[in-house]
């Protein structure tokens, strides 16, 4: 029986990733800032909920001891992480730290106290939730999008160093998801920026920007992701992240950017020929 263990496993992809992996026959190590709020994942066999804030870092470490101390661990599902979105100048920089310690240095964390054990053991999988957000970019969201291409950065760099451990690394990269994602989001405003969020949001509503998938149906590429044995670093998941990473990939990232200001109706700042 093989063992994941899973952060941000309160709600959301988190959780349907760990009922999943439940019934597929894995021992499952579910993390959460407070397991004893948790009424449903407590309720199924092999599974194990644990306390983990991956902004603590001392947590983290009795958290990762705790669970090596139960049992093999054969993968690592950094899942944690929320949205910050709005326009730069509206967040403070209270708001921005905090997004980057959760999203990224949260996770970087949990890497790091992994990797000695996976070394020892020459052998493991990192799974990480990116987000399409981290392979194209919309406006309204740069310091989300940041933090995940940095994420993104981080997987492919490692890959090379990891790979002569026999470690592998994988980024999960969704586009919208139907969960409590949205609730956790934070939003700020700022009217100058009114016709591009109006504009938008009619992108959200029809799908040309984002379409929005049962978090079930992204466990099903996380699990594709942890047994499919490829050696394969990204892993577009839902709809519109497949169809418009394609898109990327086929216009290039310049013709595809100046696409998307031509749809959001912006105003560019350089002469057209």
């Known amino acids: 029986m093989k063992t994941i263990l899973i952060t941000g496993a309160s709600a959301g992809l988190g959780k349907a990733t760990a009922k999943l ?17 948790e009424t449903e994942l407590n309720q199924l066999t092999n599974l194990t909920l644990l306390p983990l804030d991956i902004t603590n870092s001392e947590q983290i470490v009795k958290t990762v001891q705790a669970a090596l101390e139960s ?30 310690d959760t999203n ?4 970087l ?14 052998k493991g999988l990192f799974i990480n939730t990116t987000s399409l957000c981290g392979l ?10 940041a933090s995940k291409w940095a994420m993104q950065g981080l997987a492919e760099s490692l890959s090379y160093d990891l790979a002569q451990f ?49 978090a079930e149906k992204i466990a099903e ?29 086929a216009e290039g990232p310049e013709a595809y950017r100046i696409g998307l200001t031509k749809y959001l109706n912006l105003q560019r700042p350089y002469p057209q020929a």
């Open 21 to 37: 992996f439940q019934a597929k026959g894995w021992n499952v190590i579910a993390t959460m800032r407070s397991p004893e709020k």
């Open 71 to 100: 049992g093999d661990i054969d993968v690592v599902f950094n899942n944690a992480g929320y949205g910050l979105i709005g326009p730069v100048e509206s967040h403070t920089e209270e708001q921005i730290r905090a997004q980057f």
């Open 104 to 107: 990224f240095f949260g996770n």
């Open 109 to 122: 964390a949990v890497i790091r106290a992994f990797i000695p054990y996976f070394r020892q053991r020459n």
């Open 136 to 145: 194209v970019s919309n406006p309204q969201s740069a310091i989300y999008n």
């Open 166 to 214: 026999n470690i592998g690394i994988k980024n999960v990269a969704p586009g919208g998801i139907k969960s409590d994602f949205m609730k956790a989001m934070q939003v700020t405003e700022d009217k100058a920026y009114e016709a591009t969020v109006a504009k938008m949001t009619e992108g959200f509503q029809d799908g040309t920007l984002m379409e929005f998938t049962d």
């Open 221 to 249: 590429v996380v699990y594709q992701a942890a047994t499919d044995e490829k050696d394969q670093l990204t892993y577009p998941a839902g709809n519109d992240a497949v169809r418009l990473y394609a898109k990327r990939l």
